[in-house]
């Protein structure tokens, strides 16, 4: 007989397994999320993994066959499906289907897996869950600014204490006005125009000489010409290129130096320091001033910068000072249909990198307006405005922090009731009922091995107690008895330094035999202890 051969035992890159804390952790997280998130009004929908392809949104490639970015796939009647790229386009699907009933505006969350047909690598993943909350049917910028303020109350409900996060503001229309200002409007220059987004995304990630760099000839990324790939820059020049680290870093008032030919005013001064952490050491407002200077003229980023002085006074009115929710000319967002105000939740405390650098943590969600998208299926325009939060990532954060809502979220294994005698599997199955009918997670060993080698997998499986009864407890005088072994304490034995009497005494309290009639108390005490819920 040929031997079968056997399949190698491993997950697609890109994909990973979640063990039962960090599923305990994420659903403690998002629990809290979705507290706020009705506390705010919203309320829950639910869309399904699959969509139409057509219906993901203009940022999905045109090829027959659309599998670039997304995972597709044809059904019987050959129409081609995607799985979700993200859970705004399927909500723009949802609200223009069902427009008529539902109430507008349309204030919704919905948490679930995304999935993304892109090379994996650390810390970029093909499958990840998000948790988004929108506002569809609202123009006014004070659902922009809602928004953001409930991103921030959020990250504090999870234990990011203030000084750790800012929320970043930015507009589409200031970039789109800024790009005008240096000569980069226009369908010609599109190519430009997103290279030049692009490096200002990275701002934070390479400070103002990669950007640099990545608005002119282009980068090595180890740093030195030849070390690295190379990426093409955008090919400003150097007068464009300094307006735009003018730009990212902000108009210093107390320079006057005019720059003939781009619309800029007195207060441009090249060589100017434009340190994104001195940015946020004044006011939103005066933020916005000093932007107003890049082109005064420049009707699309005037109406841009209007609205972030609406955002601006009524964040402020909520009592969110520019430490919490900032204005920040660097935060670009990468999806192409944002129309408007876009949003950044970063935070802002260090963690070691790969070689055991201190690096910030960066981003945890992201969102903004996005005006066109139900349009798409609709003859008439729908603003609408949303955030989402990666869950996976936030995750990652607040285990970084040892946030209490992680580790409270971290439960002990159910009590396990040893089986010592095989033909005795009815008794212990009455003693695990008992226990939980007292809503005491608890379960009989169901394996092999002897008492060793039960107690074993009790402490693998984080139990604080194990019960047992063999044939010597099982025929007492005075009727049968359990002996319930605290393993948690057993642990602590284990680890003290006593003298002798102290240890007798911890060894007494970490065993001990009581009737059945106990039992149910005798772990209850255990578990309040140990500071463990019951069910």
């Not at 200077?293 to 969110?320: S, T």
């Amino acid at each position: 007989m040929s031997e079968i051969s056997k399949v190698e035992a491993a997950r697609p890159r890109g994909f990973a397994d979640r063990d039962a804390a960090d599923i305990a952790a994420a659903e403690a997280m998002m629990t809290k999320i979705r507290e706020v998130y009705a506390l705010y009004g919203f309320e829950p929908v639910e869309t399904p993994f699959v969509e139409y392809t057509q219906a993901l949104g203009k940022f999905l490639p045109d090829q027959d066959r659309p599998n670039e970015g997304v995972f597709s796939f044809q059904d019987d009647d050959e129409q081609w499906l995607s799985l979700r790229y993200d859970l705004t386009a399927p909500l723009a699907r949802y609200v223009a289907e069902h427009y008529e009933r539902l109430p507008k505006p349309y204030r919704s969350y919905r948490a679930g897996w995304v999935f993304r047909n892109e090379k994996p690598g650390p810390g970029r993943f093909r499958q990840f869950m998000q948790f988004d909350a929108d506002t569809v049917g609202a123009s006014s910028p004070a659902a922009d600014a809602e928004i953001c303020m409930m991103a921030a109350d959020c990250l504090e409900a999870l234990g990011i204490p203030r000084g750790s996060y800012v929320v970043k503001v930015n507009n589409r229309k200031v970039l789109d006005g800024v790009m005008e200002a240096i000569g980069l409007g226009g369908e010609e220059n599109a190519g430009r125009r997103l290279t030049v987004l692009r490096a200002i995304d990275k701002t934070d990630k390479l400070g103002m000489k990669g950007v640099s760099e990545l608005l002119k000839d282009g980068r090595w990324d180890g740093g030195e010409p030849g070390k690295g790939d190379f990426t093409r820059g955008a090919g400003l020049s150097e007068q464009q290129a300094e307006r735009i680290r003018w730009y990212v870093g902000g108009a210093n008032p107390e320079t006057r130096h005019l720059q003939e030919g781009y619309g800029f005013d007195a207060s441009f001064q090249p060589g100017t320091d434009v340190s994104s952490k001195a940015l946020f050491q004044i006011s939103n407002m005066d933020r916005i001033e000093r932007l107003c200077a890049i082109a005064p003229h420049n009707q699309l980023l005037r109406e841009g910068l209007d609205e972030l002085r609406i955002i601006a006074r009524l964040i402020d009115a909520g009592g969110y000072d520019e430490q919490r929710i900032g204005i920040d000319p660097s935060v670009v967002r990468g999806l192409e249909y944002y129309t408007g105000p876009v949003f950044e939740a970063e935070l802002t405390f260090p963690i070691d990198d790969e070689h055991g650098r201190p690096v910030r943590f960066g981003s945890v969600g992201g969102g903004g307006r996005y005006d066109g998208l139900v349009a798409r299926f609709r003859p008439d325009p729908v603003p609408a405005t949303g955030f989402s939060i990666g869950v996976s990532r936030l995750l990652s954060a607040l285990k970084a922090i040892n946030a209490p809502i992680v580790a409270q979220a971290q439960k002990p294994g159910p009590v396990v009731v040893l089986a010592m005698d095989k033909d005795r599997m009815a008794d212990y199955q009455k003693l695990v009922k008992t226990l939980r009918d007292a809503n005491i997670a608890a379960e009989i060993y169901l394996g092999e091995g002897k008492m060793n080698a039960q107690l074993k997998y009790a402490d693998k499986r984080g139990s604080l107690c194990a019960v047992i009864q063999g044939s010597n407890e099982r025929e007492a005088a005075g009727g049968p008895q359990v002996v319930i072994r605290d393993l948690a304490l057993g642990a602590e034995l284990a680890k003290a330094n006593k003298d002798r009497a102290d240890y007798l005494e911890m060894r007494a309290k970490a065993q001990v035999a009581v009737p059945e009639a106990e039992m149910v108390e005798r772990v209850q005490a255990i578990l309040a202890r140990a500071g463990a819920p019951l069910l």
